[in-house]
């Protein structure tokens, strides 16, 4: 009896399961069978492309959309009319997400109505760009693929580039290259065949090898050379060079690769030199001896049975400075037609040495991208990565901006902070948006910061250019000393936060003058920047100067400064008993350099020296010297000015 219950309780369960498994199929299947009748019946968008696949980006493309009735997603023959252009939105977007600009018209039939609608839009950027149609009646996304174009010599490039890489012999150098079309694409499937290494004015054959890493989208190449010197080279593409395809490769032996290292150990740098001789001069015997530190090349004389040094002269390791080895001379060059040779058995080692520090002060690259990299990382490392920060809360008014501002960052600790800005009577919380009004606010206040007597902070140097803005020499009263500090702390708030990433960088909305961002990055001041921060006078002046014999103007190394009514005031040297130094066609370089000097740096010395003070509270200085005047200027402005694209 038990068992005869058992088997009839297990029977109706199965029935039981039998019985729901046939609903929810059934059901199913009419779910299923609704929605194919639902989804493909009635007015439907059809899409039809008037390109072949792949296409190649830079063209602009068409594609036609047209409705039609479908019953069980079969069209009906004949398109539905459009009652206007508007009844269907278009929307594209490219792969990194940004919304493509598009174009669309109505094409009509002979009885007026609108038949088609066609669309049309531009491509930049290989990858997927997504099209989507909405209407009221249907939505469709379609994704078409696009690849990236010819490649562009201009634009590909080598990556890590050095103009002068030290290697070691036998030993394989790593070139690094990036194939990108016109615009910045990279293009993945370039040949490796048709780049070419040529050495250009060399003995050496390098052994070369070369690979192909699809992953990280470039070509790697492998040099080795089996014999020490230095040797030219160019790389090209499809036979032409690339625009920064030359390059030098000084190779060293083994023993002479272990000695340049060891120079160049911070412990070693007070006893490592090369003793050297300087050809020209009057004491032909007499040696020197050049020691090369990480921020300078120092050349050292020994008086008194070489017991008592003498700085001879000095250069600095970093832009700017040329060092050139021709066989055992090494030429050794700045901006301002300062100059040596040296001669020695060790040239080879003293010029490696110096390629070696440079690429250590650089981060190992000479692309600005590359060096900007460095040195936010370098910011970061310096402040042990602060991701979490504290915050200050600053509560300003629009009224009195620089004075409040001014008053609560005094503290030069508080500057690392966060700052959230509160504009007094005003609602909102700060979620980047005000503490960037803020920046962009105080930092046009305290430039443009005029004294009682009208005197702005920063001016321009001549009228033609009032976009540039310079130190004024006439601002140097106590309470001046304190707005250029600020300034510059602005600045070095600008720099620090930028570090933290794209979404954090703050640009200055002022420009400044190429002579004073040289002062910034501790280069020397040369005429030709007054091409770009006076024309007027590079026009009236220095180019008249720079093209013809000065020795019939009667002109010495004097400069006349006038007042503000255009009263002759003082004549002052610009050398050293400069009244008495005639300008000839021999030193008319070095009075213009002269000129410079005092014009764009003397007269604004005390100045400059505050705004790197303030600067520097955050920004340390030998940090800044990786970068040029106009790489400095892109650092802290953005790309307008300079290129349009990053």
């Given at each position: 009896?038990?068992?005869?219950?058992?088997?009839?309780?297990?029977?109706?369960?199965?029935?039981?399961?039998?019985i729901?498994?046939?609903?929810?199929?059934?059901?199913l299947?009419?779910?299923?069978?609704?929605?194919?009748?639902?989804?493909?019946?009635?007015?439907?968008?059809?899409?039809?492309?008037?390109?072949?696949?792949?296409?190649?980006?830079?063209?602009?493309?068409?594609?036609?959309?047209?409705?039609?009735?479908?019953?069980?997603?079969?069209?009906?023959?004949?398109?539905?009319?459009?009652?206007?252009?508007?009844?269907?939105?278009?929307?594209?977007?490219?792969?990194?997400?940004?919304?493509?600009?598009?174009?669309?018209?109505?094409?009509?039939?002979?009885?007026?109505?609108?038949?088609?609608?066609?669309?049309?839009?531009?491509?930049?950027?290989?990858?997927?760009?997504?099209?989507?149609?909405?209407?009221?009646?249907?939505?469709?996304?379609?994704?078409?693929?696009?690849?990236?174009?010819?490649?562009?010599?201009?634009?590909?490039?080598?990556?890590?580039?050095?103009?002068?890489?030290?290697?070691?012999?036998?030993?394989?150098?790593?070139?690094?290259?990036?194939?990108?079309?016109?615009f910045?694409?990279?293009?993945?499937?370039?040949?490796?065949?048709?780049?070419?290494?040529?050495?250009?004015?060399?003995?050496?054959?390098?052994?070369?090898?070369?690979?192909?890493?699809?992953?990280?989208?470039?070509?790697?190449?492998?040099?080795?050379?089996?014999t020490?010197?230095?040797?030219?080279?160019?790389?090209?593409?499809?036979?032409?060079p690339?625009?920064n395809?030359?390059?030098?490769?000084?190779a060293?032996?083994?023993?002479?690769?272990?000695?340049?290292?060891?120079?160049?150990?911070?412990?070693?740098?007070?006893?490592?030199?090369?003793?050297?001789?300087?050809?020209?001069?009057?004491?032909?015997?007499?040696?020197?001896?050049?020691?090369?530190k990480?921020?300078?090349?120092?050349?050292?004389?020994?008086?008194?049975?070489?017991?008592?040094?003498?700085?001879?002269?000095?250069?600095?390791?970093?832009?700017?400075?040329?060092?050139?080895?021709?066989?055992?001379?090494?030429?050794?060059?700045?901006?301002?037609?300062?100059?040596?040779?040296?001669?020695?058995?060790?040239?080879?080692?003293?010029a490696?040495?110096?390629?070696?520090?440079?690429?250590?002060?650089m981060?190992?690259?000479?692309?600005?991208?590359?060096?900007?990299?460095?040195?936010?990382?370098?910011?970061?490392?310096?402040?042990?990565?602060p991701?979490?920060?504290?915050?200050?809360?600053?509560?300003v008014?629009?009224?009195?901006?620089?004075?409040?501002?001014?008053?609560?960052?005094?503290?030069?600790?508080?500057?690392?902070?966060?700052?959230?800005?509160?504009?007094?009577?005003?609602?909102?919380?700060?979620?980047?948006?005000?503490?960037?009004?803020w920046?962009?606010l105080?930092?046009?206040?305290?430039?443009?910061?005029?004294?009682?007597?009208?005197?702005?902070?920063?001016?321009?140097?001549?009228?033609?250019?009032?976009?540039?803005?310079?130190?004024?020499?006439?601002?140097?009263?106590?309470?001046?000393?304190?707005?250029?500090?600020?300034?510059?702390?602005?600045?070095?708030?600008?720099?620090?936060?930028?570090?933290?990433?794209?979404?954090?960088?703050?640009?200055?909305?002022?420009?400044?003058?190429?002579s004073?961002?040289?002062?910034?990055?501790?280069?020397?001041?040369?005429?030709?920047?007054?091409?770009?921060?006076?024309?007027?006078?590079?026009?009236?002046?220095?180019?008249?100067?720079?093209?013809?014999n000065?020795?019939?103007?009667?002109?010495?190394?004097?400069?006349?400064?006038?007042?503000?009514?255009?009263?002759?005031?003082?004549?002052?040297?610009?050398?050293?008993?400069?009244?008495?130094?005639?300008?000839?066609?021999?030193?008319?370089?070095?009075?213009?350099?002269?000129?410079?000097?005092?014009?764009?740096?003397?007269?604004?010395?005390?100045?400059?020296?505050?705004?790197?003070?303030?600067?520097?509270?955050?920004?340390?200085?030998?940090l800044?010297?990786?970068?040029?005047?106009?790489?400095?200027?892109?650092l802290?402005?953005?790309?307008?000015?300079?290129?349009?694209?990053?």
């Amino acid at each position: 009896m038990v068992t005869m219950y058992r088997f009839l309780r297990l029977y109706i369960l199965r029935l039981t399961i039998l019985i729901i498994y046939g609903a929810m199929t059934g059901m199913l299947a009419i779910k299923w069978l609704w929605n194919l009748i639902y989804n493909n019946t009635g007015r439907k968008l059809q899409v039809e492309w008037l390109w072949d696949q792949p296409k190649a980006v830079g063209a602009t493309v068409s594609f036609l959309i047209s409705k039609r009735f479908c019953l069980f997603g079969l069209p009906f023959p004949g398109n539905v009319p459009f009652g206007s252009v508007n009844e269907i939105a278009v929307s594209i977007t490219n792969p990194e997400g940004l919304v493509c600009p598009c174009s669309c018209e109505s094409q009509h039939k002979e009885n007026g109505e609108i038949e088609l609608i066609r669309c049309s839009f531009t491509t930049r950027s290989s990858g997927v760009y997504a099209v989507t149609l909405t209407a009221a009646f249907n939505t469709r996304t379609f994704g078409r693929p696009f690849v990236a174009g010819e490649v562009s010599l201009a634009k590909s490039r080598l990556l890590g580039y050095c103009s002068t890489v030290v290697a070691e012999i036998g030993i394989p150098v790593n070139l690094t290259f990036q194939p990108r079309d016109t615009f910045g694409n990279i293009c993945l499937d370039s040949a490796p065949s048709k780049c070419q290494i040529i050495p250009t004015s060399a003995d050496n054959s390098p052994t070369l090898q070369i690979s192909y890493k699809v992953k990280t989208e470039v070509v790697e190449f492998y040099l080795t050379l089996e014999t020490p010197g230095l040797s030219n080279y160019v790389f090209k593409y499809d036979g032409q060079p690339i625009s920064n395809g030359e390059f030098k490769i000084l190779a060293l032996t083994k023993s002479d690769s272990q000695v340049v290292n060891k120079n160049l150990d911070r412990r070693n740098h007070r006893d490592a030199y090369y003793t050297c001789r300087i050809p020209d001069s009057k004491k032909p015997k007499n040696k020197v001896y050049c020691y090369i530190k990480p921020r300078q090349l120092s050349i050292y004389d020994y008086m008194f049975f070489n017991l008592i040094p003498v700085k001879r002269t000095a250069f600095r390791v970093g832009q700017g400075t040329s060092v050139e080895l021709l066989g055992n001379r090494v030429s050794i060059s700045d901006s301002t037609e300062h100059s040596v040779t040296l001669v020695s058995e060790e040239a080879s080692l003293l010029a490696a040495s110096y390629f070696r520090q440079l690429q250590l002060n650089m981060g190992g690259s000479e692309t600005f991208e590359d060096k900007s990299r460095f040195f936010y990382n370098a910011i970061q490392s310096h402040y042990n990565n602060p991701v979490s920060r504290k915050s200050l809360s600053l509560k300003v008014s629009r009224d009195d901006l620089l004075a409040n501002s001014m008053r609560a960052t005094i503290s030069s600790r508080v500057w690392q902070d966060r700052f959230v800005v509160h504009f007094l009577g005003e609602a909102g919380l700060d979620y980047g948006g005000v503490g960037r009004e803020w920046f962009q606010l105080v930092t046009l206040a305290v430039f443009n910061h005029t004294d009682p007597r009208g005197q702005p902070l920063f001016a321009p140097l001549c009228s033609s250019n009032q976009a540039l803005l310079h130190p004024n020499p006439d601002r140097r009263s106590p309470s001046d000393w304190k707005l250029f500090e600020f300034a510059g702390r602005l600045v070095g708030k600008a720099l620090y936060e930028s570090s933290f990433g794209r979404a954090s960088r703050l640009l200055l909305p002022v420009h400044l003058t190429r002579s004073f961002l040289a002062q910034i990055v501790d280069l020397p001041v040369t005429y030709s920047l007054f091409s770009t921060d006076d024309p007027e006078f590079y026009v009236s002046k220095v180019r008249y100067l720079v093209e013809n014999n000065p020795e019939d103007l009667d002109l010495y190394f004097t400069e006349d400064i006038y007042t503000n009514d255009g009263r002759l005031e003082k004549t002052v040297d610009i050398v050293h008993n400069g009244k008495k130094i005639r300008v000839k066609e021999t030193n008319k370089l070095e009075y213009l350099n002269a000129i410079a000097k005092f014009r764009l740096s003397t007269q604004v010395e005390q100045q400059t020296k505050q705004f790197v003070s303030g600067l520097s509270n955050l920004i340390l200085s030998q940090l800044l010297g990786v970068f040029n005047e106009s790489e400095l200027e892109l650092l802290l402005c953005g790309a307008a000015r300079l290129i349009s694209r990053i």
